[in-house]
């Protein structure tokens, strides 16, 4: 069975563009949750969608939204690129909401110059 | 508002030796508990987790972490360590029965290098 997975898994943008980061969840799985982990740190909150509705929203500004298509796959776009959006964003897929299990994917790493 | 904390950012440690990664946590409700392991370049693999139960949790290669609620740690330990081991480890919570939808609050990781 194939994993979550993410596209693409390496991304150079420039200062003041966009992105769209994009998240296949396991086969079944209905929860896509999206996290930020910039170098050293532990990866923060972005997103939750269950069943394509939001569910919870981190601390992040409006420049970060995300969506969730009917067959679960998910969508992080960003808009005016910062240097400090550059990270490792990572998506995980989950079962329901229970939070008793989250798979992770590899993770899309994103350079702002 | 909930937090997580990660003792040691760096944990050297020869190989065979006995190993603890230390994790205290913050919550003013129930939570679940998780160790995540990250291998470079790689997403996070669970490791274990404490959902309820027995406080004592085991992974399939040897790690183990026990809940203590009075002490609100979750500390990760392992008897004797393998260069495979190498890695950063996450600790992190989530509110239990679903009230957070799952969101997960992680610490900062623990790097363990093992070495030969």
């Known amino acids: 069975d194939a994993g979550v997975t993410q596209s693409p898994t390496h991304l150079i943008k420039t200062r003041g563009q966009h992105v769209t980061l994009r998240c296949s969840p396991i086969?079944?799985?209905?929860?896509v949750s999206w996290y930020q982990q910039v170098l050293g740190q532990g990866p923060q909150f972005i997103f939750q969608?269950?069943?394509?509705?939001?569910?919870g929203r981190g601390n992040f500004p409006d420049r970060f939204s995300a969506r969730q298509f009917p067959n679960y796959s998910s969508e992080l776009n960003v808009n005016a690129l910062l240097l400090g959006d550059s990270a490792l964003y990572l998506c995980a897929s989950s079962l329901n909401t229970g939070g008793t299990e989250a798979f992770f994917g590899q993770g899309t790493r994103l350079t702002v110059v | 508002a909930q937090s997580v904390t990660q003792l040691d950012s760096q944990v050297p440690v020869f190989e065979e030796a006995p190993v603890e990664l230390r994790c205290n946590y913050s919550s003013s409700v129930s939570v679940y508990l998780f160790w995540y392991v990250q291998y470079p370049n790689q997403g996070l693999q669970l490791l274990l987790k404490?959902?309820?139960?027995?406080?004592l949790v085991k992974s399939i290669n040897g790690f183990e972490a026990e809940f203590n609620k009075s002490q609100t740690s979750f500390h990760l330990r392992k008897p004797s360590v393998h260069i495979s081991d190498t890695a950063e480890y996450f600790c992190?919570?989530?509110?239990?029965?679903?009230?957070?939808?799952?969101?997960?609050?992680f610490g900062q990781g623990t790097i363990l290098t093992v070495h030969p």
């Open positions: 992190a919570l989530t509110n239990a029965g679903g009230t957070s939808y799952g969101k997960l609050t």
């Open positions: 086969s079944g799985h209905k929860s």
């Open positions: 969608y269950y069943e394509k509705e939001e569910r």
């Open positions: 404490y959902l309820s139960g027995s406080t």
